[in-house]
């Protein structure tokens, strides 16, 4: 079985999350955080057991039940009941991220925050079994422990367990993520049903919420709101002007200022 343990970071680090000016104001307005289901990620091995036996997978056949098409299906139905919302833990801003989090450089923002205050915002907020829970993101899945079935000669079998969600690939350690997530609304009575038949498995994903909010307080939550280094001042001045009672918290990147 695969480690699946949550691990909790040291010292209380700065967490930030890296936003585009309309999620920023959805986040004011609605006073909540947006989780993601998992399979709306660009990773198609996030949160998935795939991730752990790459190169098995790969040698595959291709033929359904004991092959890839089996082997993704399942996949595909297990990242259905995942939901997330990731953050990066820095010390100081990350020039890459800037880039990475917004499709105009020019009015990004960041908020910065604790992991403690993050951790006192989501806790008790959903009330269910699933989550929310808090923990840093391991990038060496290959050490995570041994597989289940005997691939690739038999089917793999995905990890229904924590470490899906925990572990990704080293190709993400960059991301130095801390995400929280919830495991929302699995039914193993109508899993083989739905992987037997194509139509059903595409009915779930239209059906399944892309989306899950849960209440904060977005004023205790957040302790700075960093915009573009490339914004123009207009801009902050409209970030400010948006914010409401956060508007003392408002301040432009200095990351690319000489003086």
């Not at 343990?5 to 609605?30: A, G, H, Q």
């Not at 391991?138 to 079998?157: H, L, M, S, T, V």
């Not at 994903?205 to 957040?222: C, G, N, Q, S, V």
Request: aromatic content about 14%; proline content about 5%.
């Amino acid at each position: 079985m695969y480690e699946d343990k949550i691990e909790i970071p040291d010292n209380n680090p700065k967490v930030w999350r890296y936003m585009d000016f309309s999620k920023y104001v959805d986040m004011l307005t609605t006073n909540t955080l947006y989780f993601t289901r998992a399979d709306k990620f660009e990773d198609p091995y996030d949160c998935s057991g795939m991730q752990f036996m790459i190169d098995a997978y790969k040698k595959l056949p291709s033929a359904p039940p004991e092959g890839k098409e089996w082997t993704r299906k399942r996949n595909i139905f297990n990242r259905l009941f995942v939901y997330l919302n990731c953050w990066h833990m820095n010390d100081d801003q990350s020039a890459a991220l800037w880039k990475l989090y917004s499709e105009n450089k020019y009015e990004t923002i960041a908020i910065q925050t604790t992991f403690e205050k993050l951790k006192i915002e989501i806790d008790n907020k959903w009330h269910r079994d699933g989550g929310p829970h808090i923990t840093k993101v391991k990038y060496d899945p290959e050490n995570a422990g041994e597989p289940f079935g005997n691939p690739p000669e038999g089917r793999i079998f995905s990890v229904l367990s924590r470490a899906n969600i925990i572990y990704k690939r080293k190709s993400f350690a960059h991301e130095q993520e801390l995400r929280a997530f919830i495991y929302q609304g699995f039914d193993k009575e109508i899993k083989e049903i739905v992987l037997r038949n194509e139509a059903h498995l595409e009915k779930l994903l239209k059906d399944r919420p892309e989306y899950i909010r849960i209440t904060i307080d977005t004023a205790k939550l957040i302790e700075k709101v960093y915009v573009s280094p490339l914004a123009k001042d207009l801009f902050v001045e409209l970030v400010k002007n948006v914010s409401g009672e956060l508007k003392d918290r408002v301040l432009k990147s200095d990351l690319y200022e000489l003086y």
